[in-house]
């Protein structure tokens, strides 16, 4: 497996508490990308990064922000929770910076309720 | 509005038979094709498709792309109980930066 972690890996937070994901990557892609999946919504974007500081939004981004300082991290904040967002959540990473092959690779997930 | 369709959206087998999983795409600036497999747990990667007509196979799974009528089929042969999970497929779309999109998935269930 690509070296990607995710955590927490699990949480149960209450409706308007901020809540913060965290997404790791060894393996030195420049790519990074967060998406929540939904029964009958598959997989569907919500930030992505092009690089450090550099980040864009995706098809679902309201109620989200991101933030990466480094190459290895990408943060997902939830500024106030709410029950729509309980979902599960991957982060992915794509592009080698020493290969730029750019098959992409999923992290763990992050089930996410939010009562 | 770029869109990626699967079909079926389920499926189910016995173990043996061949199955063909179809993906259809509306894409501008279309860049590649990836098929994944997810069970119960984080999407696997299993091909990227750039050309088309030119199969890529892994063990029992095969795949092809047709970018002039805009669609993949991933093949299973003799399946197997280990086969059942869900199956998407994505585009890369480069328009600027990179961009996945993805289909909602084909539930393969293999009956023993």
């Known amino acids: 497996d690509a070296g990607i972690t995710q955590s927490p890996r699990h949480k149960v937070t209450e409706t308007g508490t901020p809540v913060t994901l965290r997404c790791h990557q060894t393996?030195?892609?420049?790519?990074m990308y967060w998406y929540r999946q939904d029964p009958g919504h598959g997989l569907r974007l919500i930030h992505y990064s092009y690089g450090v500081k550099d980040t864009d939004k995706g098809e679902v981004s309201d109620g989200y922000s991101v933030s990466r300082s480094k190459t290895e991290d990408f943060l997902l904040t939830l500024e106030s929770a709410t029950s729509s967002q309980t979902s599960v959540y991957f982060c992915?990473?794509?592009?080698?910076?020493?290969?730029?092959?750019?098959?992409?690779?999923f992290g763990p997930g992050t089930r996410l309720t939010v009562l | 509005e770029d869109k990626v369709v699967q079909s079926p959206l389920s499926l189910v087998v016995h173990e043996g038979d061949t199955v063909t999983l179809n993906c259809s795409y509306e894409?501008?600036?279309?860049?590649?094709l990836l098929w994944y497999k997810q069970e119960k747990k984080a999407p696997t990667f299993l091909f990227m498709l750039t050309s088309s007509g030119i199969e890529k196979k892994s063990g029992r799974l095969s795949s092809i792309l047709d970018k002039k009528e805009l669609f993949s089929i991933l093949n299973i042969t003799a399946t197997q109980t280990g086969d059942s999970a869900v199956y998407l497929c994505a585009v890369e779309a480069a328009s600027g930066t990179y961009k996945y999109i993805f289909g909602t998935g084909t539930r393969l269930k293999v009956l023993a």
């Open positions: 393996e030195n892609h420049r790519y």
């Open positions: 894409v501008t600036n279309f860049r590649s």
């Open positions: 992915a990473i794509s592009e080698s910076v020493l290969t730029s092959l750019n098959e992409q690779f």
